[in-house]
């Protein structure tokens, strides 16, 4: 009974030291004089792309329809809205395409899933290739069709070569 | 006057290289060498003839003949000489003709170096390499024609642009020209565009052996791989040079700190480099072990339709990108052409499929065959996720009509992985000998580079302890390098100790016996150099971004910069430059000043940005100038900073693998030119005697 007592006071402790800290995170984001600095803005426009111009990040896109965009992260984030809420709501308004990484899910998920399929694929494709070459009889293939050289020849030749290795 | 001689050399070198392609095909089909002579002699004169059309549009280009759309385009008054020569490539029309002049060089060289020793494959390398050259020449006659002259009908808006006068119109002549996009109007237009070009291009022979090989069951033998061996190298080279430029330029200008974005354009032209590495390995296999020849064929053909691929992308904007300057008819014309020749090629791989068997048996799973295997097969899956990741947009958009990007996070977690696996394997492959290898002898070869990468990562991550994975990272550099110089220890011990001669000579007699094995060492260094500036660029890039006063200050690391003042003057090719001055501190100590700028081309209403840049063999401090305020009391601007750690090496990666290609390429007489590997486990153990 008293053990069980012991580890619910740590649990409650734990808990509370979790808000705490979340709290004071929280907080300090709120307060930082300078909230939301260029760099905030950057660390999420990064995790977008221009949704006009062609493949160009949003953190590094000098057209003034960026420069605005990203002033209205700046907005989005003094007004306290977390970097999942931006995101979002750039991804309700221009679409998929703005956001850099593709999403896991629905059809998008296919970019994630083929190369991993295809690199299993692959080996096992170099395990049955090797394998059977495992099994393989040696085998020599005359290199030259209708050779004009006798085997006697071949064979010196042979010789020679093993000789010089 | 002279771009109407361009014109109708064009004109000729088409109908001659469609010519060549008939006649040699006729030829090699029938027996006829009258045929196939009379093709090659076409096909040399297809090469003066675009010499004449190149220079026809270069000189049109200097002089400014704005009765040219394409140097209305592309070239201006402000522009320098030297820009004006590069416009050649620097838009579509003239890049395309560029393109089919240095295929048609190609053909030249091969003609007359490999007419006599390869009879019975030339005809067919010729027909080949000349409809590739005829698609190409045919693009620019019919689909791209740089000789294109602008005409003005009365009421119309814009001006039509055609060769020859439509009804009703009146030639146009602008004063003067839009010029090149200003991301152009740098030193590096002289390097990436021409050696990537090279590159692709210069794959079209091996393939074009490879094609003839199939068709003439000379597939079954290798002597195709033998001749164009070196060729491969080459084309390669260029390819992996063009690649780095590529990156140093996007450094450069493109004004985003990095070098390297996993760009739809930067993907198609790594897509054919890497399966032009996988080939240049499999061959090797064949040569050693008569292993591996339906893989190079596989691989020859997809790195052939890669480098097509590669410029469809950049030249028709399918997939858009910051390269792709326009939209244009070419799409379907390449589309149909790639997928043909695709099918083709592969139709002829089944036909002679039993031609490729493998020769020997593999004795062992632990031996130098396996490891080539599985790197080859990693090359492919990196291939493939680049192409998938690069094409799955228009698929997207095709399948559910939504748009998506996929980026570099993409990119970085897909291919991560596959290419540590592929780096570690370049580091190992050497210490596995050919046939088969005990696992206790593999232990011994090993443990010393394992050791000291241990010692190095542990000492190195240490410094880094906040970036744990780079630790990773740290380890498989140290490994592979420490696996290279043990290599070239071993050589060198083997050689002090039997020949008595001393380590310098040693090491320059071990690399002179067996040049393509030391050379591709240095490759191979090369490249685990340009790993390292990767590894740099994704753990310890650094950035801030702020706006300061004059006089004020913005810290990164133990970096400072301050804020001196900002001027404004006129430049060269019509721009109007904005320059700050900076002073860079380090640990508080006065380093450096620095310049960055911002230039506006007036005439485009396009912005360049040049960076100011503290570069040391460790890091690069890279500063750019954003945006600014000027009022009566003060000045005001917007910097970027970027700490790019170790993004140097990248470059000397790059010199350390051309060096390693020059001596891998180096022709040596003395060389005996078989190597097939007979006995066992003789590969690692004395690579200074082993071949000769």
């Known amino acids: 009974m008293g053990h069980n007592l012991k580890r619910k006071l740590i649990l409650a402790l734990l808990v509370t030291l979790a808000s705490l800290y979340l709290a004071t995170l929280v907080y300090a984001q709120g307060t930082t004089p300078g909230y939301p600095t260029d760099n905030d803005v950057n660390q999420i426009a990064k995790k977008l792309y221009c949704p006009v111009c062609p493949n160009t990040p949003l953190d590094v896109c000098e057209t003034q329809a960026c420069k605005d965009w990203r002033g209205q992260i700046r907005d989005q984030l003094s007004e306290g809205w977390t970097e999942q809420q931006v995101i979002d709501y750039f991804v309700a308004q221009y679409g998929e395409r703005v956001l850099a990484e593709p999403q896991r899910k629905g059809f998008t998920s296919l970019v994630w899933l083929f190369p991993v399929i295809a690199a299993l694929l692959g080996l096992w494709i170099s395990y049955e290739i090797l394998k059977g070459w495992r099994a393989k009889k040696q085998v020599t293939i005359p290199i030259v069709e209708n050779s004009q050289i006798s085997p006697e020849v071949l064979a010196k030749i042979e010789e020679e070569i093993r000789k010089l290795n | 006057m002279i771009a109407d001689i361009g014109l109708i050399a064009l004109t000729i070198a088409f109908l001659f290289s469609v010519y ?92 007359l170096r490999k007419w006599e020793r390869d009879r019975e494959l030339m005809p067919y390398v010729i027909a080949t390499s000349m409809l590739t050259t005829a698609f190409f020449v045919g693009l620019v006659l019919f689909i791209t024609n740089p000789f294109q002259h602008l005409w003005y009908q009365y009421g119309a808006p814009d001006a039509i642009k055609a060769v020859f006068q439509p009804a009703n119109t009146t030639l146009y002549i602008p004063q003067d020209g839009g010029g090149l996009n200003p991301l152009l109007r740098h030193f590096g237009m002289i390097g990436h565009p021409p050696t990537t070009y090279i590159g692709f291009t210069g794959f079209i022979i091996p393939f074009a052996y490879a094609i003839a090989a199939l068709i003439t069951g000379k597939s079954r033998g290798d002597e195709w791989i033998r001749t164009t061996r070196r060729w491969t190298l080459v084309a390669w080279i260029f390819l992996s040079i063009g690649l780095i430029l590529g990156g140093r330029w996007a450094y450069d200008v493109l004004g985003w700190g990095g070098f390297w974005g996993w760009d739809p354009i930067e993907n198609a032209m790594l897509m054919p480099w890497l399966t032009g590495t996988a080939f240049l390995h499999s061959v090797m296999m064949t040569e050693k072990r008569g292993m591996m020849k339906k893989w190079n064929m596989v691989l020859i053909i997809l790195t052939y339709s890669l480098s097509l691929f590669g410029t469809f992308i950049t030249r028709t904007g399918v997939i858009s990108s910051v390269h792709a300057f326009s939209k244009s008819a070419l799409g379907p014309a390449f589309f149909t052409f790639i997928g043909l020749t695709f099918i083709g090629s592969i139709y002829l791989l089944y036909w002679r499929w039993d031609t490729l068997e493998t020769e020997h048996s593999l004795e062992s799973f632990v031996s130098r065959e396996t490891v080539f295997v599985l790197q080859n097969m990693l090359f492919l899956a990196i291939t493939f996720a680049v192409f998938w990741g690069t094409v799955f947009p228009l698929i997207s958009e095709l399948v559910t009509g939504t748009k998506i990007t996929v980026g570099p996070p993409y990119f970085k977690s897909v291919t991560g992985p596959l290419f540590f696996v592929e780096l570690l394997l370049m580091g190992i492959a050497p210490l596995f000998a050919w046939r088969k290898q005990t696992v206790k002898n593999l232990g011994k070869a090993i443990w010393q580079p394992f050791a000291g990468s241990l010692v190095v990562s542990i000492g190195w991550g240490y410094l880094h302890r906040m970036h744990p994975m780079s630790i990773i990272g740290l380890w498989l550099v140290a490994f592979v390098v420490f696996c290279i110089l043990a290599e070239f220890w071993k ?101 450096r000043s620095l310049q960055p700028r911002r230039d506006y081309f007036v005439v485009q209403e396009q912005p360049v940005t040049v960076p100011g840049v503290y570069s040391t063999a460790g890091k690069d401090v ?63 153990s004395l690579p200074a005697v082993q071949e000769v």
């Open chain 2, 20 to 111: 060549a392609t008939v006649a040699s095909a006729y030829g090699g089909w029938r027996n006829r060498s009258k045929w196939v002579e009379s093709a090659r002699n076409a096909s040399l004169l297809v090469f003066p003839l675009l010499t004449v059309s190149v220079l026809a549009i270069v000189y049109s280009l200097i002089t400014l003949d704005f009765s040219l759309a394409y140097v209305y385009d592309v070239s201006s008054q402000a522009m320098s000489p030297f820009l004006r020569v590069t416009a050649l490539w620097g838009g579509q029309d003239g890049s395309v003709l560029f393109w089919a002049w240095l295929m048609a060089g190609f053909v030249v060289i091969v003609l």
């Open chain 2, 622 to 684: 890279y500063i750019m100038l954003l945006d600014w305020e000027v009022s009566d009391i003060d000045q005001q601007a917007t910097f970027k900073i970027y700490i790019n750690s170790l993004i140097n090496w990248v470059w000397i990666g790059g010199f350390v693998m051309i060096f390693g290609t020059i001596i891998a390429a180096w022709s040596s007489p003395k060389q005996l030119e078989t190597t097939y590997v007979l006995k066992p486990g003789m590969s690692t």
């Open chain 2, 491 to 591: 050589g060198v011990k083997a050689r002090t100790s039997s020949k008595g001669e001393n380590p310098i000579q040693a090491l320059i007699h071990l690399i002179g016996r067996n040049h393509r094995r030391y050379g591709g060492y240095f490759i191979h260094l090369g490249v685990i150099l340009i790993a390292l500036g990767f590894i740099g660029d994704s753990y310890f890039k650094q950035e801030t971004q702020g706006t300061v006063t004059a006089g004020e200050r913005l810290v990164i690391g133990n970096y400072q910069m301050r804020f001196d003042g900002l001027r404004g003057y006129p430049g060269s090719d019509g721009r109007e430059i904005v320059e700050a001055n900076l002073t860079l501190f380090k640990d508080g100590k006065e380093v």
